[in-house]
T-cell receptor, first 110, second 117 residues
Framework: GENVEQHPSTLSVQEGDSAVIKCTYS??????FPWYKQELGKGPQLIID?????GEKKDQRIAVTLNKTAKHFSLHITETQPEDSAVYFC?????????FGAGTILRVKS | DTEVTQTPKHLVMGMTNKKSLKCEQH?????MYWYKQKAKKPPELMFV???????INESVPSRFSPECPNSSLLNLHLHALQPEDSALYLC????????????????FGEGSRLTVL
């Protein structure tokens, strides 16, 4: 089935620390794995994505790693800042659809 | 212009009312989507339009009726809704529908918050 598990559901970190969010999926045919950030009162916004032929991708303070064998991928945010506080959703392509994980509420304490 | 614009931002309606949500994008995207998002939950796909034709209907009740008048506009017509339909309705667009060779980045609007009394 179209299953995406995301952990943790909430994450509190001190400003400047790193944050890691993990997702697992079920279909080995899935080949596209984006991460979306949703701030209060706004729609989700793509922050980084990775395709199945790549193991890691980095964009400044944000990185995503993919383990296709184990069917899991992770979002890494380094040097967290208060403006990183938001809900983060992983997503997985299942055929021609994106299925979202349950979301992680990230709180960065200053 | 990388915006998806949704109107209205807030809508309150009774169970017998007929109302519509509207969505507009001018990025030349050929795929448009309706998602439903309940509080503290992820977006759930409702409908996908590709080249102005309905390509996916996720078994949505007929009280929700989508319409794509042209490549820039997407409407969601609402009739005889139930209180449990209260949610944030998100419109999104992408260059093309997701497939093996396409990144499928979705551009979301800010949503229309619907309350059904």
């Amino acid at each position: 089935g179209e299953n995406v598990e995301q952990h943790p559901s909430t994450l509190s970190v001190q400003e400047g620390d790193s944050a890691v969010i993990k997702c697992t999926y079920s279909d080995s045919a899935s080949n596209y794995f984006p991460w979306y950030k949703q701030e209060l009162g706004k729609g989700p916004q793509l922050i980084i994505d990775i395709r199945s032929n790549v193991g890691e991708k980095k964009d400044q303070r944000i990185a995503v790693t993919l383990n296709k064998t184990a069917k899991h991928f992770s979002l890494h945010i380094t040097e967290t800042q208060p403006e990183d506080s938001a809900v983060y959703f992983c997503a997985v392509s299942y055929g021609n659809k994106l299925v979202f994980g349950a979301g992680t509420i990230l709180r960065v304490k200053s | 212009d990388t915006e998806v614009t949704q109107t209205p931002k807030h809508l309150v309606m009774g169970m017998t009312n007929k109302k519509s949500l509207k969505c507009e994008q001018h990025m030349g995207h050929r795929a448009m989507y309706w998602y439903k998002q309940k509080a503290k939950k992820p977006p759930e796909l409702m409908f996908v339009y590709s080249y102005e034709k309905l390509s996916i209907n996720e078994s949505v009740p007929s009280r929700f009726s989508p319409e794509c008048p042209n490549s820039s506009l997407l409407n969601l017509h609402l009739h005889a809704l139930q209180p449990e339909d209260s949610a944030l309705y998100l419109c999104a667009s992408s260059q093309d529908v997701l497939w093996q060779g396409n990144t499928g980045e979705l551009f979301f609007g800010e949503g229309s918050r619907l309350t059904v009394l």
